[in-house]
């Protein structure tokens, strides 16, 4: 089984310029936690790239084994130091995670 972890963020900034480097600090952090948090299977992290005014501004797509990888990330020191950067640049946040069907 993969549990597919998918979050979005609509930024607090309203400069588009520094909503653009909050949004590419925020995958680069993400994206660091890769080989830092061992239960991370897959992490695709990237700013909105198309309908700025429509879509969130940055996003992140992690994959792990089970919900207990899920949980270990969630709590991991090096997730929470992010999650904290995240929380200070951030106006909205929207979540899924969900099983990953093989066909």
Known sequence: ???RHVVAW??????DAVR???????ARRLTSLVGV???IRALSAGPNAAYAQQN????????????QGLDEYQSHPAHQD???YIRSVVSHRMAVDFEVVSS
């Open 1 to 3: 089984m993969t549990i």
């Open 10 to 15: 609509k930024l607090a900034a309203v400069d």
């Open 20 to 26: 653009g480097e909050q949004a590419a600090e925020v």
């Open 37 to 39: 948090v061992p239960s």
């Open 56 to 67: 969130v501004d940055v996003a992140v797509v992690i994959d792990f084994d089970d919900v």
């Open 82 to 84: 992010v999650a904290a």
